[in-house]
């Protein structure tokens, strides 16, 4: 790959930014991984983030610690609240305040470091748990804001926010995939994983994860508990 071709892909360990990395590699870009130890339940899914990372060949693979936990909000960050295991309405308690815009600063952040101009992240609008900082308005919104808070921006290397799978169907993600050689295997979607990253296939994440395996017609590789 040529190194002047680099990203910056957020990788979480699960099956959507683990499918953008591969199409970002299938781009030819030279893959810089940036994952997060937030103070998230469990920390099988940052194996699972090196474990794809390495798998799929990426040049550098940073996890940033942060401590979103402080301010709890959210089942993903708080153990008082339990991670629901039925579909609710509205925004569900597994959204993490501000998630995404402090991930996605910190990748800005690095990727002018290196020199990189684009930022590669798995949302989705399609098959997703209703979260506001998945939609296409915000990540416009933070994209414009980028270019004008950097210097790569004001001197005029413009930076651009990939969302690769934003109107995708699960099962089309899957797919494609596979074509690009994922190993799903490796990676951990559950909300409420075990330490040996076993699922628990009644989350959200898990029953998202559960239809897009049948709807692209192959096997479910995925351990439960």
């Known amino acids: 790959m040529s190194s002047d071709k680099r ?31 937030y103070g998230q339940r469990h920390r099988a899914e940052l194996l699972a983030a090196d474990r794809v990372s390495t798998a799929l060949g990426d040049v550098e693979h940073k996890v940033v610690n942060l401590n979103l936990d402080a301010i709890g909000g959210s089942a ?9 295991e039925e579909e609710t309405e509205g925004i569900p308690v597994t959204y993490v305040p501000a998630r995404n815009t402090v991930f996605m600063s910190i990748a800005l952040g690095w990727a002018e470091v290196l020199g990189a101009q684009d ?5 989705n609008a399609v098959d997703y748990s209703g979260y506001p900082d998945c939609r296409p308005e ?25 969302t690769p799978l ?3 169907g699960k099962g089309d993600i899957i797919a494609a995939g596979l074509d690009l050689g994922v190993d799903y295997s490796l990676t951990v979607s559950c909300y409420q994983a075990d330490a040996d990253g ?24 995925t351990r439960y508990y």
């Not at 910056?8 to 893959?31: E, F, K, N, P, W």
């Not at 930022?119 to 949302?123: A, C, K, P, S």
């Not at 990540?139 to 926010?161: D, S």
């Not at 239809?211 to 590789?221: E, L, S």
Request: charge should be negative; include cysteine; charged fraction near 20%.
């Open 7 to 37: 990203a910056v892909i957020l990788v979480s360990g699960g099956l959507d930014s683990t499918t953008v990395l591969a199409m970002a590699r299938a781009q030819g870009y030279a893959c810089y991984t940036l994952s997060f130890d």
């Open 76 to 84: 993903l960050t708080d153990t008082d609240i339990d991670v629901p």
């Open 119 to 123: 930022i590669f992240i798995g949302v």
């Open 138 to 162: 915000y990540i416009a919104a933070f994209e414009a804001m980028a270019n004008l808070a950097t210097r790569a921006g004001v001197e005029g290397q413009k930076l651009t926010i990939h």
């Open 166 to 168: 934003m109107d995708m």
């Open 198 to 221: 076993r699922a628990c296939g009644k989350c959200d994440s898990c029953r998202l994860r559960q239809q897009g395996f049948v709807d692209a017609g192959v096997a479910d590789p």
